[in-house]
């Protein structure tokens, strides 16, 4: 992975930066590296480590950076996945509004209505097909839905590019980028919760992948249980005679 000093306008790198270095948990000062992992010019994680000299501070942020290589899709996956929840946020919102406006019989707030339209797809406000700022809720759950779909995605996505944590773990020391000077919590910790979110949407397609597959595709029931190890009898409870 490339290691700069500087930010780059675009592709993954690591700015490293050698010398004294301040933990906020507990104002420690103590000489080492700082690593700055980037999306272009978007922070994707932070780690500073305790090193004496400064050969020795860059050898070793060179090692952790390269630890961190293979995660780095997974990492931006989970990066999109939160500008989408933010997103997620905004429209849940809009369509609490929405809602409202429509049970008491009265015009969305022009703001909440312009915004909602312009989160909205074209095919989106074509099939809800709003006339008026009285009669957006259904526009808005078209934006949800889409949104949460895309948060699923992108979370199967994080899952189905992360390499083996037992082979390739995370070092303790990554956190996610802070706000205002504080520290943003551990990555690893951060990155687990989001892959069991990913593992626990893929498991809940199982069924339905495994009936389409036999029925539609016709991929036999024998095929299905050695590719996917599921037992042939959840098989049939699925797909009864």
Excluded at 65 to 75: D, N
Excluded at 130 to 141: K, N, V
Aim: contains cysteine; proline residues 5%; glycine residues 8%.
């Amino acid at each position: 992975m490339k290691i700069t000093t500087a930010a780059c306008d675009d592709g993954v790198h690591v700015i490293r930066t050698v010398g004294t270095q301040t933990w906020q948990s507990d104002s420690w000062q103590a000489h080492g590296v700082r690593l700055e992992l980037m999306d272009g010019r978007q922070p994707l994680a932070v780690c500073k480590l305790e090193v004496a000299g400064t050969q020795a501070a860059e050898e070793r942020g060179a090692t952790v950076a390269e630890a961190i290589e293979p995660w780095t899709r997974t990492l931006r996956y989970l990066a999109a996945v939160q500008r989408l929840r933010d997103h997620l946020d905004t429209a849940r919102s809009l369509l609490t509004e929405a809602d409202d406006a429509e049970q008491y019989n009265r015009p969305m707030d022009e703001v909440d209505a312009t915004t909602l339209r312009a989160m909205a797809t074209a095919q989106e406000q074509e099939q809800a097909d709003p006339g008026g700022d009285y009669d957006l809720a259904s526009l808005a759950r078209l934006v949800v839905s889409r949104l949460e779909r895309q948060v699923g995605e992108g979370l199967r996505r994080a899952l189905a590019f992360a390499p083996d944590p037992a082979a390739q773990p995370i070092h303790p020391a990554w956190e996610l980028p802070g706000l205002g000077g504080m520290p943003g919590g551990s990555l690893a910790q951060a990155v687990a919760r989001e892959l069991l979110a990913g593992w626990a949407a893929t498991r809940d397609l199982r069924d339905s992948l495994i009936t389409w597959a036999v029925r539609e595709a016709e991929v036999t029931r024998t095929e299905v249980q050695q590719v996917t190890g599921v037992s042939r009898s959840t098989i049939n409870r699925l797909l009864p005679a």
